[in-house]
Structures are given as structure tokens and as C-alpha cells.
């Protein structure tokens, strides 16, 4: 689940100056990344329900961009290694390995409507964080306000479990707050690292499948393959492999060139009302009172953010 106006280096400037941003096309990109935002929480709390081991969906999840991406990587190695190697850190650390793990572990104890609140919902906030540790940049009182608000709704959210064990819930409530984190850094480090759309695809997932390989031939992380059939593995392969990993990852980068990030983000807090509803019929999952409540306070307060 970003970033503000800040570019590093001369090449990233000149990138930001070659072109004149669309509202309406970062809009349409954003809208697009919200849908498989929402699905992206529905198939990490479907990992639990499956053969597949969380590893093997990482596998999945940055494999198959790194195969489509690959021929592209030629083109775009002259802008990759002018990427900053703290961008890069953000990126990788944001939005590759230690998120997805992170994520997959906080959604296996909640549900699709707590990942999305607690990610995308609180993306906002963590992206104000993230820019004050590395840019210094403060929060205007307008967007604190907003971002107040959608941490009401979030709150609202939290005191809605019922399913799980208040302990178990609690940590993987932590967890997926750890990933907004996380997620908050990868987004600034999109916009810091000047990059276009595949560049960014690249930076994140050749990476991330190489680390994910690897702990799993090391034996560190567990893995199903040989064990389930390419049907069981078929909708992660369209909601991860693709959506996420190739689709989602062009429409954001594209929504960040022509948005400032915190507009992103906050447009990404409508991720939870759309997962929620699909949980329902997808997983069974139960639409409450109250998690109705903190989706209406985070809608509420995504719309301020964006006035603000």
C-alpha cells in the first residue's frame, strides 16, 4: 500500500520535468489499484485456506513480474543504477520480502476487512511518519485531521473481532500496522527513486523473488511446492502474480507520477470498504455493525485527506 513531490538526483528531476502530470489519468490509475488493492487482502487471508505455504505465494507474487518484466530490464538497468541506495531500501524493505511475510503473518489471525483497514487504511499516517524520519516534512493540520479520523474508523475496526482470540488478534493487528510501516516507506521510496513504471516493477520484484528463492532452498522459510496443483495456485497467480505483482505495481507507479503520494494513499484507504464486501461472499467472513461503522469513519476521513 504513498509519497510526496521529493525526487533524488538529476536524472530523476529531469524525468519529472519531461512530462505534464494528468490528474485524471493518476486518478484512473489509482482507482484500478484500489480493485486489486482489495483483492490483494482477500488472497492473503485465503493463504490459510489453501496447500500453498506463504513462501510459495512470495514466489508467485514477485516470480511471475520478474519472468514478464525481464525482457524490460535492459532498458532500464541505466536508471536503475542511478537509483539511490536508500530508495532502493525502501522499496525492497517496503514493499518486497519483509512486507509480504509480514502481512501474510498479521492476515492469518484477522480478516481481509482488518488487513485492507490496517494497510491501506492507515497508509496515510504512515507515509506522514516515514516523510517526517527522512524528509523532515510536516503534517498540515488539515491532513491530520483527515488522518485522525481514518484512525478512528481503524480503531472502530479493531474492537470489531470477535473470531480469533484477543491475544492472537492483537499481534497480527500489530503485525499489519508494522506492515503499514512498511508500506508507508515503499511509497516514498517510489517517488524518491524517479523511476517510470516498469523501472519500479523491476527495482522491487527481481529482488524480492531472488531472497524469496533463496530462503526457501536454504530450508529458512517452509514451501508446499509438489504438493498442490497449478488449480489450487491459480488465484494467487492472477491476484498476486498479475494483479498485484505486474498490474497494480505499473497503475500505482503511474497514479504517484501524476498524484502527489499522500493523495495516493489517502485514495487507498478505500481498499478496506471493497475487501470487506468481497469477503463476505468470497470467505465468509461476516459484515458487523461495527466493522460497517469504521469503513463509513475511514471513508469519511479518506475524503477529508483528499480535500486537504
Known sequence: MRGSTLTVGVGAQAGRNAFQANPLIGYAAMVLTVLIWAGFALSIRAIGASPLAPADVALIRFGLPTLLL???LPSRWPMLRRVKPLSALMVLV???VPFFFMASAGGKVTSAAHVAALIAGTTPLSVALIAYVVDRQRIAAARGRAIAIILAGVLLMLVSQSHVS???FVAGAGLLLL????????TLGLRRAGLDAIGCALLLSVPSFLLTALLVSLGVVDSHVGHFTVANAMPFLLAQGLGVGVVS???YALAIRHLDTPRCSAIGSLAPALACLGAVPLLGESLT???ACGIAVITAGVI???RA
Open 70 to 72: 525481464l525482457p524490460f
Open 94 to 96: 517496503g514493499g518486497g
Open 166 to 168: 484477543h491475544g492472537a
Open 179 to 186: 506492515a503499514s510501516l512498511l508500506w508507508g516507506s515503499y
Open 249 to 251: 505495481s505499473l497503475s
Open 289 to 291: 455493525l461495527t466493522v
Open 304 to 306: 477529508l485527506a483528499n
